[in-house]
């Protein structure tokens, strides 16, 4: 599934992920992809939460993260 990462600086960037979401204490904004092999999620992409505004996905499900447009 495809998602856009919306960046403090303006930009989107399309990303190939299953799910996104806050880790260590909302300081990683981390992207995952299912891998049907090993029947669970692996991380594909991780930024620094404050780099990020959102994560939207096709369906319509947001993440936000911790950053904003200046």
Same mark, same amino acid.
């Given at each position: /599934?495809? !998602? /856009?990462? %919306? $960046?403090?600086?303006? @930009?989107?960037?399309? $990303?190939?992920?299953?799910?996104?979401? !806050? =880790?260590?204490?909302?300081? !990683? $904004?981390?992207?995952? *992809?299912?891998?049907? %092999? *090993?029947?669970? =999620? =692996?991380?594909?992409? @991780?930024?620094?939460? =404050?780099?990020?505004?959102?994560? *939207?996905?096709?369906?319509?499900?947001?993440?936000?993260?911790?950053?904003?447009?200046?």
């Amino acid at each position: /599934m495809a !998602l /856009m990462v %919306k $960046f403090i600086d303006g @930009t989107e960037r399309r $990303f190939d992920a299953d799910s996104a979401c !806050l =880790e260590d204490h909302d300081r !990683l $904004f981390v992207l995952a *992809k299912y891998n049907s %092999k *090993k029947r669970g =999620e =692996e991380r594909s992409d @991780t930024f620094p939460s =404050e780099q990020l505004v959102r994560a *939207k996905f096709e369906d319509g499900r947001i993440v936000f993260g911790k950053g904003r447009i200046a």
